[in-house]
């Protein structure tokens, strides 16, 4: 099939400035784009009123292009705002990185010490067919949900595996 990942993912933001700070300082994105919304194929494609203004930044890591988020301020908002959805909504309701280079609990430090409001306490999952994960969610400035998950090493998932199959092998 020629669908590739996901290429961006859009998140309407409160305030678009300090939505851009938080992705980049707690999350290590970068600004690559910033344009106005209010051109009439946008109101079209998002059924928007004609009036409607509105910002977009799209942020990004390293130099892929898929993965990206897009962060978008419209003005006016909707008179009725809905909360951030939640696990037992329909919708997409979290985000989640996977951190790679530094221990997870190293990353929370930090978060926590930046003012970070987070959803759950750091879990440590044990996934059947796979191997145990340790992850967390945490909120955005504006509370949608975002969740840091560890994976274990390629090394630790064989040797887990291996340990799993002859545990099987033995009964």
Do not use: C
Not at 91 to 118: H, Q
């Amino acid at each position: 099939m020629s669908i590739s990942e996901i290429h961006h993912v859009a998140i309407t933001v409160s305030d678009l400035e300090r939505s851009v700070a938080f992705y980049r300082d707690a999350l290590g994105f970068r600004k690559v784009l910033d344009m106005k919304v209010n051109m009439p194929q946008n109101a079209r494609m998002l059924r928007l009123p004609r009036d409607v203004k509105g910002r977009s930044i799209m942020m990004a890591q390293g130099s892929s292009t898929v993965g990206e988020i897009e962060l978008l301020q419209i003005e006016p908002l909707a008179e009725k705002q809905t909360p951030p959805k939640r696990a037992n909504d329909l919708g997409t309701w979290l985000l989640s990185f996977e951190v790679k280079d530094e221990p997870i609990e190293e990353v929370i430090k930090r978060l926590r010490g930046m003012g970070v409001k987070f959803f759950s306490d750091l879990e440590e999952i044990d996934l059947e067919g796979y191997a145990p994960i340790k992850a967390v969610i945490f909120e955005d400035p504006d509370g949608n949900l975002l969740e840091l998950v560890q994976l274990p090493s390629k090394d630790e998932y064989l040797r887990i595996k291996k340990e799993r199959q002859a545990q099987q092998a033995a009964k």
